[in-house]
C-alpha cells in the first residue's frame, strides 16, 4: 500500500436511482469542504423519474472535483469510479481515465444485473478483461453491508438501503478524512429512528475499516487544503444561490418579492427553495402555466413588488407576448431562464445555452430587454442581485440566463455579508408629487414610478403604443418612432451603470481571445490558466453583461488578432458579436448536452494559437 | 384614512371615450362610476384591469389606477397584483372573447383560487374590436365575417362554466337596465371572493340586437327572470307567470292556476339550483338576472398572508445573514 | 379493408416502457393495449396524442400512430388533426397538470364543440415528472416541493368543470380495477363526441396512496359506488347501502331501512344528476364511478364536413382558375 | 377651365368612418383600372371601430396612386385631397402637396364638425386664409345629395349615404372616366331595392354634371393608360392573395388546406377569406388563441394535410413554442404573420416590419426555419406558394412575413393561369414501404411522410430530441449534436432550391446597392427608378428568401462600395446581414407605423452617393 499526495482528484460516484447516490456525493463533498479542499460538483440524473433498477436508463451519478489548487470545474476525466452495479460501470467507464480506479459492487454484477445493462448472456466485464487498464477494487457491499448488521433489528429493505455508507467509509479511508462530518449528519437526519442511525453509521465505519484492512486497496492519497482566500465558506447551488439573490434584491430595495412560476425542469427548485421562505414575505404562487406565471408577476410589480418568474425555454417561448406588455409597461420584472437541451421539449435533464437569441429576439416588435447571465453556481447570487438592480432601478423588464449545468452544479462559496450588497434604489415618485406623468424619464431615461395607493398619482398604463410623457394612448407617427427609439436607448444607456468588461486571465495583448458567457466559464479558466502557465499567448474574458455590452467591450476584443467564442450551442453570442462589431469572430460550438471539457477549449485554443 | 366624498365624475379620466356611438358599453361605464363612490374605497386604492377587446378600453376612463393589458390576461395579472396587494380593490374588465375564448384558462383558475376581484365580463356575444367574429358565446349557425355559412361551435353557457369551476359568486346584468346594474355592481363589490358578473352588452355595429328580446318594451317582460334571494321566481307582463320545479324538472306555470307558495323560492346559496338557472337559455324561458350564486370561501390571498404571518411567527421575520450562511459552514484563515 | 385481427401485444410498441416501477400508468398502458383490437379499427386508422407529463409518454408504448407533443395541448392538436382527418380514431392521453393546469383552455373548448375523440385524464393529483408539485387537483393543504406549508388552492373538480364546459361523455375509473377500466374504454371509445374519462392513477413515488381507500380491501366496497345506466345507486360491503335524494340532497341510507325501489336511479341522461354525482366528494361519500353523463350532440367534424359538402353542392368544387380571375377583370393586349 | 394629360395623379380621399370612403376609393380604383391605368392603393382605417362621428380618430381614409407610367406605390404626396368634413381636412392637410386640389364638402364644415375636430370657436380653416396654397373646390354635398333626391321616398339617412356618390361622380368628370363600371356595380349590389340603387346613381350623375357645369372646377386631366404587359389583370389586396396562395399550394400538392387562426388585425381578412371557399376543402377554425392555431395546424398536418396558421405578431409570441415542436416533428407548417406596429399591443392597425428577428430567432433552443417575405400585394401570391412548396417539399415549418401595408394594400394583378404554377412535389413514402424510418433522410436531408391510415408505417414522433433514423427519443450526446447540426444543415440547404438574388434595378457594378425586403418595395423601386434616370450609380435587390439567403447573396453584396438597408424597424435584416457576412451595410430606418416615401429613400441614397 501506497500513500501519495495529489492536487486534485475527480471522482463519480455511480449506482441505481435509489442507491442513494446523490447523498453519498454530498456527504464527500461537505467533508472535503470542511477539510479545506477547493472543489465543484455536479449531479448526472436520469431523464426518469425512476427508470427500471439495474438499467442504464436507471443510472444516478454524481461528480465530484477537489483538491489542494483551485478548481472550477467538476472535472474532465475522472480519476476514481464507483460504481454499484454494471449498468452504472458501463454508463459511465467513458468517464474514467486510463489507468484510473475503480470501486465496485460485485452483487450488482450478477445475471439480472447483466441482462438489464443489456450484457449478453456470456459477456461479464468482471471476467472478459475489458477493465484491465483500470485499477479494480472489487467487493461485495451487499453481503458486507448485510453481514455487518446481522444482529440489528431492520428489514432486509432498509439494511441494504445503508449499502451507500459502506462505500463512503471505503472512499473516506482512500483520501484519508473523517467520518465525522457524516456522523453528525447521520445524527441529524435520523435523530427520530434511533435503528436506522445506529445501522448507517455501522456501515459507514464498517465500509473505512474494510479498506482500512483488506488488501483490494493499493493506494491511499492525501489531498491537501487548497490556498482559498480566508473566510467562511459554505456550499452552494446554483438554483439556490439564485433565490438567495432574490430574496436578497428584495430585501435590498425594500420590495416584498413575488415569484409566479410554473414548475419546469431545470428551473423548478427555485421555486421550491423561495416556497420554504415565506418569513421574508415571498410570495411564491404557482401558476396555472407560463403565461400566467409571468401575468401575475407583472400584476405583482404594477402594485410595487419586485416581481419575477423563472422557467426553461418552452416556458419562455410563452412568455414572449407578456414581456413584451413589461417592456411597454417599463415596470421591473425578472425572467430567470435556467436553460436546458432544445430546441422543444429536446434534453429536459441536460444543459444548454441555446436560448440567448431567444432572449435577445424572442418578442414582436422593437423590445429590447436587458441580457445578464451567471458563469459559476455561486455567481447566480451575484448575478442575480444584479439582474434585479437594473431592473429596478431602470424600471424594465431583465432576463437572467443560467443553466442546468450550473443550477445543479455546486462550489463553496465565500457568502457575502449582507452589509456588503449592493443597495437598490427605488424610482419610486414622492407621494406628493403634483406634476407626476407616469412617463417623464429622468437622464438615464427611467420613468418615475407611481404605485397603487399612491393618492392623486392616479394613472393608466398598457400595451398600447404611449404619448411620450403622459402614456396616454398615442397612434401618432413621430411620437411612435420617439418612443422606440427612447425605449432602445434606455437600455443602451444602462452601460453607464455596469462595470467595465475586464479580463478574466491573460493579457491586453495576447494573441487569442476567448471570449464567452455562462457556464462555460470553468472550462475555460481552467483551460487558459494552464495554458498560461504552459506559456501561451492567451486571455480570456467572461460576460455577465449581454445587453448591452459593458462599453469597453469593442476595444478590448478589437486588440486581439483572433477571438474564439465557445458555447454550448451552435453560436449564438458569436451572432451579436459579429453584428456589433462586424469582427469575425471564431466559434467554437459543442452541442451534446454537456458541457466543455477543459482540455477540448484547451486544444483549440493551441489550434489557433499556433495558427492553423 | 379620511374618507373623501366622491361622486361619480371623481371617476372620469380625461380621456374622451372612444367606443362606437350606441354601443352599450358606454352604459356600463357610466354605471360602474356611478357605483364607485358608494364602495367606500379611496381612489387611489383602486384598480381597473383589463385585457384587450373594446370593453377592454374600460381602464383609460376611469380616473383610477389601470392597465390595459393583453389580450386574456387580465385575470393572471390581476391574480398577481391581489397576492402581492390584498389591500386593493380589484376589477378585472373582459369580453367574451378576452374571458373565454383566449383567456378561458385563466378565468377557471381565478376562480377556483378565488382571489378576492370582481370580473366585469361584457358579454356581446362577438368579436367587437377586430371587427366581427363570432365568440364562445355566439350561437351556434350565426353567419360571421369567420364563418359565413354559419358557426359550427356549440357555445359556452358561461354562468354554467363557471359554476364548473367552483366560482363562489356569480350574476348576470344588462347594459340597458341600470338600475339593476349598479345594484350588481354593488353585490359584486360586497361578495369576498372572486365575483364574476356577466354584463350583456349590446354591439351595435356587429352584434346588434343580440339581446333585444330581454331589453325591449314589448317582450322584455316575459323574457326576463330577475332574481332576488328567498323570493318566488315570478316573471311576465304583469308579473303574472312563475317557474315551479316538477322534481329537476323548472316549469313555467301561470300564476292563476299556481298558488306563489308553489313556486321556485330563489336561494342563492343552493348550487345545484344555480345550477339549474344557468341553464336557462331555451327560447320559452325566461332570461334570469341577478345573483345566482354566492358562497363563503377563504380567499386565496388570506390564505397567502397567513402562511406569511405564521412563517414568521414560527421562524422570526427572515434574516438575510443567515440565509446567506445556511446550516454549513467552515472557515479558512 | 380486411378486418384484421388484433391481439394486445400488436399494440405493445418496440420502446422500452419507463415509468417508475409501481406505477398506476402501467395497468392503464395494459387494458389500452388490450381493449385496441376490441374497437374494430385497422391498427393504422388509430392516433395516440400526449401532452407532457409521465402519463404523455404514453404513445411512445402503443404501435399505432403517435404524438408525444408539448405540454397542455395534446387537446388542441387533436383537434385540428381531427377536423383535418374525421376518419382517424384519435385518443387524447392527459395528465391532471398537462389538462386542467396549462392546458384547461384547450380541454374545455374540446369538450364544447365535440370533436370525437376519446380523452384520458390521467389523475394522480401531482405533478409526476417534474418531481412531484401539487397539481390543480391536489387538495387544499397538500404539503409537496412547491407547498410546504400546504397548498392553498381550491382544487378542481374536474367531472364538474367539464360538465360546466358542455362535455357531452363523462365517466371515472381506476388503475386498480382492470375490468372497470376496459369497459369505461368501450364505453369512451363507443360515444360519438368527445368522451372524458378520469382515470385515478396512483404516483406510488410522489403521492402514493392517494386513492387508497377506493382500492384498499377493507375500505373500497364503502368508498366506491358504481354507476349503471338504469340502476339504483347501492354500495357497501353488503351491497347495503344506498343513495336516496331528499329533493336535491343526497343522502347515505341503509337498505335495512329503506327500499330499493326508493332509491336514486342511475340515468347517463341526466345532466342535473351527473352534476350532483360529480359532487360527491366528501369523505363520507362513496366515490361515483362509472359513466356519470352521456348526451348525443353533433360533433364539430361532421357539421365541418357538412359545410364543405354544402358548399361543393352549392358552387361546385372549386376552380383554381376561377378562384385567381375573381369577378373583375380588365385586359390589356 | 384647362384640360391636361398628366402622367400620374395621388388623390387621397378622406371622411369620417360612416362616410363611405373605402367604397369611393375601391370605385374610383376599379375605374382606373379597367381604363388601363397602372394603379396602388391603400387604405387607412382609424383603430376605433368606429369612433366617435366628427373626431379626428374617426377619420377614414384612402389613397390611390394611379398613371400612364408604372406604378409602385399608393404615392408620397397627394394631388388631390377628397374631404368629408373638417376632421378628415385637418388630419390629411399634411398629405397634400403645395397647390394640390382640394375637394371639400363644406356641410362638414359647421360648428359642430369644427369643434369635434378640435377648433376653437373662431377659427375655420375655410375663412381664415390657411387653404391658400391650395386650389379648393367647395361645395355643400349634403344640400346637393338631398336636393337632386327630393323626389324620392327615402328618409334622410338614406339619402344622406349617397353622399359619397357625388364626390366620386365629381372626381370621375375631373379624370374624364366614365361612370359605367360604378353604375354596373350598383346595379349588381342594390339589385335588391330598387330605390336605393336609383338614389345612388342619380347622386353620381348629379356630381358628375356638377363638376361638369358648374364654375368650381377649374381643370379636367388626363391620365392616358399605361403600358403595361398585355394580358388579362385583377385588382388584389396583399390578404386576399395570400389566401389564394394557400389554396393554389393545395391544389398544387393536392394536400387539403387546414387553416388555423385566431382573429388579429391585419391578419383576420385572410380568416374571412377563406372560410368563404369551404368548396375547395378548405377546413378553416377559429381557434380558441394562437397555441390552439397553431397546434390544431400541426395537428392536420400530422394528419396529412397542409396546416397552416396566420396572425401578427403578438400571436407569434404566443406560438413559439409549438412551433418548436413543428421543427422536432419535421413537418410541414406555414406560419404567417402579418406584422403590425409593435412592441406589445403597440399600434395594431399601423405597419411595421419588425418581427423579423423573432421569426428567426424567437424559439428556445436550435431551431432554424425559413422565412419568406412578401414585397408588394399580389406579391403575397407567390410567396405564399413558394412558401408552401419549402414547407411540404422540406418537410419544415416556414415563416411567411407580410405587414399591414401591403396586406390592406391593393395593386393590378397580371394573375397566372393554374396550369403555369409551380408544381409541389409531397414527399410522402410508399404504401409499402417496409423498411420505413420516419427520421431517414433524403440528400435535400428531408425526412420520408408517412401518415395515418398507411398500413405498417405506425409511428411515434415527439418534441424530445430524437435519434437519427429511427425517431426513437434519445438522450445521446453524440446524437443530439447530429441531429441540431443536420436539422441546421437542412434548413441551409433549401438554398440550392431557390433561384439566385437578382438585382430589381442597376447594374452589378454601381456605388450603392439598396437591399432590402418585404413592404419597402414600391418606395426603394420608384426612388431607385428615378435615381437611375438622373444618371445615379444605384442599384436595388429585393430579398424574399431571407432564411436561408440567396446563395449568391454574399458575392452580390461584396461588389458593392455601399450597401443601404432600408427598414421599417430599428434594423432587424441588417443585423443579420452584418452578422452572416461582416459587412458594414448601412441602416435606414423609420418607426413610424408607416411606409417610406420614396423621396425619403432618393435623399438618403443621394448623400451616400455623393459621399457623405
Ligand atoms: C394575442 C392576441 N390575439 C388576438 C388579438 C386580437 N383581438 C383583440 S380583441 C379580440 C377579441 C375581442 O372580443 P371580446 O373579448 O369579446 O371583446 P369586445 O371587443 O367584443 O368587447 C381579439 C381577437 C390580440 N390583440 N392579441
Ligand atoms: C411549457 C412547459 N411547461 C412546463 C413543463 C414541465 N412539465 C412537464 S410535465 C409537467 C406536469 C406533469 O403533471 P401531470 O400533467 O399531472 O402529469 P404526470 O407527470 O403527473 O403524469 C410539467 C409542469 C413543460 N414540459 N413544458
Ligand atoms: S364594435 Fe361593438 S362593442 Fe366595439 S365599440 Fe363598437 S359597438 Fe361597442
Ligand atoms: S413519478 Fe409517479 S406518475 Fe411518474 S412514473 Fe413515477 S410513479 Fe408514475
Ligand atoms: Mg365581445
Ligand atoms: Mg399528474
Known sequence: MTQETVEKVVIFFAGDSGDGIQLTGSQFTNTAALYGNDLSTFPDFPAEIRAPQGTLAGVSGFQISFGSTEIFTPGDECDVLVVMNVAALKANLKRLKKGGAIILNTDGFDKRNLRLAGFADDENPLTDNSLADYRVSEMNVTKLTRECLVDVTLGVKEKDRCKNMFVLGFVYWMYNRSLEHTIDFLKQKFNSKPDVLEANTRVLKAGYNFANTCEISSSRFDVKPAKMASGTYRNIMGNQATAMGLIAASQQSGLDLFYGSYPITPASDILHELAKHKNFSVRSFQAEDEIAAVSASIGASFGGALGVTATSGPGVALKGEAIGLAFMLELPLIIVNVQRGGPSTGLPTKTEQADLLQAMYGRNGEAPVPVISASTPSDCFEATLDACRIAIEHMTPVFFLSDGYIANGAEPWLFPQSKDLQSIKVPMTKKENTDYLPYKRDDKLVREWAIPGMSGLEHRVGGLEKEDLTGNVSYDSGNHELMVKTRAEKVERIADFIPNQELDAGSEKATVLVLAWGSTYGAIKTAVKELLAEGYSVAHAHLRYINPFPKNLESLIRAYDKVLIPEINNGQLIKLIRDKYVIDAIPMNKIQGIPFEAREIKNRIIELHDGE | ?333
Open chain 2, 1 to 333: 384614512m379620511e374618507n373623501k366624498v366622491y361622486t361619480a365624475k371623481d371617476f372620469s379620466s380625461d380621456q374622451e371615450v372612444r367606443w362606437c356611438p350606441g354601443c352599450g358599453d358606454y352604459s356600463i361605464l357610466k354605471q360602474v362610476q356611478s357605483v364607485m363612490p358608494e364602495i367606500n374605497v379611496p381612489k387611489e386604492d383602486i384598480v381597473f384591469i383589463s385585457g384587450i377587446g373594446c370593453s377592454s378600453r374600460f381602464p383609460y376612463y376611469m380616473e383610477t389606477f389601470g392597465m390595459h393589458s393583453i389580450h386574456g390576461r387580465a385575470t393572471a395579472i390581476a391574480s398577481g397584483l391581489k397576492a402581492a396587494r390584498p389591500d386593493l380593490s380589484v376589477w378585472i374588465i373582459t369580453g367574451d372573447g378576452d374571458s373565454l375564448s383566449i383567456g378561458g384558462n385563466h378565468l377557471i383558475h381565478l376562480l377556483r383560487r378565488n382571489f378576492d376581484t370582481n370580473v366585469l365580463l361584457f358579454n356581446n356575444q362577438i368579436y367587437g374590436l377586430t371587427k366581427g367574429q363570432y365568440s364562445p358565446t355566439s350561437e351556434k349557425g350565426k353567419k360571421t365575417k369567420s364563418t359565413p355559412m354559419g358557426s359550427i361551435d356549440h357555445p359556452f353557457n358561461p354562468l354554467a362554466l363557471c359554476m364548473g369551476a367552483d366560482a363562489t359568486f356569480i350574476a348576470r346584468t344588462m347594459d340597458r337596465d341600470p338600475k339593476h346594474m349598479r345594484e350588481m355592481l354593488m353585490r359584486s363589490n360586497n361578495h369576498k371572493g372572486t365575483s364574476l358578473l356577466e354584463i350583456y352588452q349590446n354591439c351595435n355595429v356587429f352584434n346588434d340586437g343580440a339581446f333585444f328580446g330581454m331589453t325591449d318594451k314589448a317582450t322584455k317582460m316575459n323574457q326576463t327572470l330577475f332574481l332576488e334571494h328567498g323570493q318566488p321566481l315570478v316573471f311576465g307582463e304583469n308579473k303574472d307567470k312563475g317557474i315551479r320545479l316538477d322534481g329537476f324538472k323548472p316549469i313555467i306555470v301561470s300564476l292563476e292556476d299556481c298558488s306563489i307558495d308553489e313556486l321556485w323560492i330563489h336561494n342563492e346559496k343552493d348550487r345545484v339550483k344555480a345550477g339549474l338557472l344557468t341553464r336557462f337559455f331555451d327560447a320559452d324561458f325566461p332570461r334570469p338576472f341577478g345573483v345566482f350564486y354566492s358562497e363563503d370561501r377563504p380567499t386565496y390571498e388570506d390564505a397567502l398572508v397567513q402562511q406569511i404571518d405564521d412563517a414568521m411567527q414560527q421562524k422570526g421575520q427572515g434574516n438575510l445573514d443567515d440565509l446567506l450562511k445556511g446550516s454549513n459552514t467552515w472557515t479558512i484563515d
